[in-house]
């Protein structure tokens, strides 16, 4: 039993992990997972959420992992690809979670587990002496037993996910130190602020957040699915109605291609495999091409308005349609420049009513698209911090990028809120708007005045995984 944590005295640097320790960042999210130093300007580490899996046979336990961007693209026999984060940001595979996380860690910032020095083939163990020394070194070094980590986490995480994650930090990797902290408040310390609104653009969500004082008002958080993932998938429905429809080849598939003029069928040769990898291995190679084409063509009407909305018998769709277009290439060869039709893919987002359905894909309800959201928040909290959060609204996640985003995220809340000030804060640097949590993190894991606030060991020894839910609100 460790002794009681005396709280009048401070903790000691080399304990919770001070400036002669570097405090690791760990920020998982469904599309990757960001891993880095506290005190760095980016992570050093970024990797995909998805996974790969081998089959090796029957037997469960002989099938092969791989993470990381080199072994998930390549189209290996039988490849089939997985996720271990649930649609709503959460972690459904524990196991699995613990392993990709790890490898982000010790594959690009610290070492991995050692090994039995008795068989790397750089001793002579003839004598059996250094197996018998040798026993159990495996269990007992841990691979971030020097670093306190600050991992970050959605602010819908239920308590026993919440209990799940210092357990693995403590028990699995043997941290001396750990601190869980929700995205919205490192966004908005990314942002330099302490209260601020967040909205949190993301790969399978969309969130709004209200941050006061470094914590967040939980009654005024909101979430919804239809985020990056919505507008793949609505490119997707727009390249099948589209008529001819529009071919959707991923790279992996190509062998080589002939320039062709815009509009005319690809003339390329296709490579062909004896085993292919699996049918979700080509889906998120189609992923790939998709966030090409969100990046470069995709846009969002910047308003006043909604796309549909216009005056005098316009709508803002004819006017975009006088605007030029945008060419793209599929990696087959097919290209074409398209028009009004490019700002159709994000407009659910704002309008619900615009969203391409079919039978597996239902529009958005009204109160899911971010301007209602916004407003249900605010609605939600309490009235006399409403002005001070609409002047500090905060944007982050990778799909706020999307070209004309922020002008019409402005643009709506000026609309339903004529009377206090609105300002937004969106950071123009793409990493910054990517990694906004995983920078807050960074920026107070580095703080002085933080390492007073770390959970140690001794103290998750004495009163266990319960530990999180009072001490990190």
Known sequence: MAAPQNSSIPPSNVEYGGDEIAALVLDPGYSCTRAGFAGEDVPKSVVPTYYGTLDAGKDISEKTYLFG????????PNLSIHNPMSS????????????????????RLTNTK???????????????????????????????????ILMGETGWNPAKAREKSIQIAMEDWGCPAFWLARNGVLAAFAAGKASALVIDVGASNVSVTPVHDGLILKKG??????????????????????????PLTPHYLVGSKTAV??????????????????ESFRRLQEERVLTEFKESVVQVWGGPGKLSS????????????????????????????????????????????????????????????????????LNAVDVDVRPHLLNNVVVTGGTSLLYGFTERLNSELTQMFPGPRVRL???????????????????????????????????????????????CK
């Open 221 to 246: 958080v909101l979430r919804s699915p239809f985020a990056g993932n919505f507008v793949s998938q609505q490119l997707r429905l727009m390249f099948a109605t589209t008529q001819p429809p529009v």
């Open 425 to 471: 804060s969106a950071p123009g640097n793409t990493a910054e708007r990517k990694f906004g949590s995983w920078i807050g993190g960074s920026i107070l894991g580095s703080l002085g005045t933080f390492h007073q606030m770390w959970i140690s060991k001794k103290e998750w020894d004495e009163h266990g995984s319960s530990i999180i839910e009072r001490r």
């Open 261 to 278: 003029d815009a509009g005319c069928p690809s003339n390329a040769t296709y490579r062909t495999f004896e085993t292919h990898p699996h």
């Open 88 to 107: 709503d940001g959460t972690v459904e595979d524990w196991d699995t979670a613990t392993k990709l996380w790890e490898y982000a860690i010790t594959s």
């Open 114 to 148: 050692p090994t039995n020095p008795a068989t790397n083939g750089l001793n002579d163990s003839s004598n059996g002496e250094l197996d018998t020394e040798m026993e159990g070194v495996q269990e007992t070094e841990k691979p971030l037993a020097e670093h306190p």
């Open 310 to 377: 216009g005056q005098q018998g316009t709508t803002n769709e004819d006017v975009v349609k006088t605007w030029p277009g945008r060419p793209f290439e599929m990696p087959d060869g097919w290209n074409q420049v398209f028009g009004a039709e490019r700002f159709r893919p994000a407009e659910g987002l704002f309008d619900a009513k615009m969203a391409y359905t079919d039978a597996e894909n239902p529009a958005p309800q009204a109160n899911q698209t971010i301007p209602a959201m916004v407003q249900a928040s």
């Open 69 to 76: 961007d080199n072994s998930i693209h390549t189209p290996l």
